[in-house]
């Protein structure tokens, strides 16, 4: 969701107040996923790298995911969405995890949209840590190294029960993945907008939905 501060910037607005905007662009995506019965949007909200920000932003950022899921956790329920998340939560303030449990907790029940919020998260450590989950599953005995496949490898990551990501959408025109999701991303298809995140509408979210349809996939095969 990258862009929020030039959204800002350009506004001549403090950053916080792009995230602000960011948040009401993320409204207008659920919505827009649950039309077009998307089963799984994963937002990127928070990377580890994020924890360089100033001490000020983190901690707006994080009161502004408190209030977010507080103030929607009825608005999930109602439009039958599943709350998820990935990444190092522990690392979050306790009252950030605490809101974060409280509205996955209730929103378990949903079988609509599975919306997974990355926070805290870099694609690089969640292999470190895959890694880790597989030498403590050896051992214990769980399993033995020479059973270790793609598949295996898959079901000791963060997103162990979400399957790979089709597209991948990245605003404000950068062209880098940024530590997302690079395991799971090796054959999904890329989509770029110049648009800022806060300017990212129902609309934008159809036009790359329709991109997408367009694409040949193959895996590597041939037709
Ligand atoms: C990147 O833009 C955005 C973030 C680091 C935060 C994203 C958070 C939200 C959209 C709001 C809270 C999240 C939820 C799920 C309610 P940037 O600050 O790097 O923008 P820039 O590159 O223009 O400076």
Not at 186 to 209: C, G, I, N, Q, R
Request: charged content about 30%; proline content about 4%.
């Amino acid at each position: 969701m990258d862009g929020n501060g030039r959204w800002a910037k350009a506004r001549g607005l403090p950053r916080i107040k792009g995230h602000e905007a960011g948040a009401q662009a993320v409204r207008e995506c659920v919505e827009g996923c649950g039309e077009l019965k998307v089963e799984y949007l994963t937002l990127y909200a928070f990377s580890a790298e994020n924890w360089q920000r100033p001490k000020g932003e983190i901690l707006s950022l994080m009161r502004l995911l408190e209030k977010f899921l507080k103030e929607k956790t009825p608005e999930l329920i109602e439009k039958n969405v599943r709350l998820q998340a990935i990444g190092r939560l522990t690392d979050l303030p306790e009252s950030s995890q605490e809101q974060l449990h409280k509205t996955i907790e209730q929103t378990a029940g949903n079988n609509g949209l599975t919306l997974i919020l990355a926070l805290s998260y870099g694609g690089r450590l969640e292999i470190i840590d895959g890694i880790k989950s597989l030498l403590r599953a050896i051992e214990l005995g769980h399993i033995d190294k020479g059973m270790i496949d793609v598949e295996m490898f898959s079901k000791h990551l963060y997103t162990r029960y979400y399957p790979d990501p089709d597209l991948l959408i990245r605003t404000s025109g950068e062209m880098r993945l940024s530590n997302f999701l690079l395991w799971q991303m090796s054959y999904t298809e890329l989509y770029v907008t110049p648009k800022l995140w806060p300017d990212f509408t129902k609309k934008d979210l159809f036009a790359a939905v329709e991109e997408y349809g367009r694409r040949q996939r193959r895996y590597g095969g041939v037709e």
